[in-house]
């Protein structure tokens, strides 16, 4: 059952603009699904993956878009195809790590390469105006923000996949996002899903090849526009970001403050509306905590 949405609590509609790099939703439903359904969301998406790509296409609705591009610094590079998808990347599987796994030696193993062209962000004309960038290509995160500056200035929410582990060789960890990121006005916010960890080997669970113990490895991480500086933000970006928010990860507090600053440049009272609506107050959510 579908959550209410934030247009349904405060009686405000807004539409918003998202970028998701490297679409094929190979393990979950994308966390902006319920905005696209609702008609309150344009998403361009990036699939490189031929066969990904002409499913993406075959199934679009009138407000989604998906281009071929592979993303990166438009540099020509080296694509590692490896024994699970999941694993292909423009950069090279690290076996001195994979093979601390369980797994992760057969699917990290390269089976075959290919010379692609990648394209930067900000040279992508489809991409102005984005307020949600949601971003997973095994690696190369950093590579594809760091040349997205003039995209980042207009975005309010970033889903990135971070790795704790150079599960790729030279590959830019979680500490190294956080901190272009921070330098580009976001802060991080919170994971989203589950940290993923895995059996160190030889230790093993049954013959378990997923089972998690002590070592986490990866995840989701949001970071959002630095909220300790909301008097840059206009109003409109203000709900554009707390409907993201809201909609796509249920982050209630955050979106409560949101709206409060919201109230103090419009003069309006979403914030209060949005509490009653929710049938709780700030105090109740402090105490659930």
């Not at 990648?118 to 960038?133: K, M, N, P, S, Y």
């Not at 929410?157 to 030279?170: A, G, H």
């Amino acid at each position: 059952m579908a959550k209410p949405s934030l247009k349904s609590l405060i009686n405000k509609r807004t539409r918003v603009k998202v970028v998701d790099i490297g679409a094929n939703p190979i393990d979950s439903t994308p966390p902006y699904m319920q905005l696209l359904k609702a008609g309150d969301a344009d998403v361009v998406g990036f699939e490189p993956n031929r066969d990904a790509l002409e499913k993406l296409n075959r199934t679009r609705g009138l407000n989604e878009t998906y281009l071929p591009h592979a993303l990166g610094d438009g540099a020509t590079h080296t694509l590692h195809i490896c024994g699970a998808p999941g694993m292909t990347s423009l950069l090279t599987p690290n076996p001195q790590v994979l093979n601390l796994f369980h797994g992760f030696p057969q699917w990290g193993k390269v089976i075959s390469t290919e010379i692609v062209k990648t394209v930067r962000l900000d040279d992508i004309a489809e991409t102005a105006g984005v307020d949600l960038i949601k971003i997973d290509v095994q690696g190369a995160e950093l590579m594809v923000l760091r040349n997205g500056i003039e995209r980042l200035r207009t975005t309010l929410v970033i889903q990135t996949e971070i790795e704790f582990l150079p599960m790729y060789i030279d590959q830019p960890l979680f500490a190294d996002v956080d901190t272009f990121l921070r330098g580009q006005g976001f802060v991080f916010h919170r994971f989203y899903g589950e940290i993923i960890s895995r059996v160190i080997a030889p230790f093993a669970v049954g013959r378990d090849l997923y089972a998690g113990m002590s070592q986490s490895v990866w995840s989701d991480a949001i970071f959002v526009r630095d909220f300790t500086r909301l008097g840059l933000m206009e109003s409109d970006q203000l709900l554009r970001m707390a409907t993201l928010l809201h909609d796509c990860y249920q982050s209630i507090d955050l979106v409560y403050y949101l709206l409060v600053e919201h109230d103090k440049q419009s003069g309006g009272t979403l914030a209060e509306s949005y509490l009653q609506k929710l049938n709780v107050t700030a105090d109740h959510w402090a105490q659930r905590r």
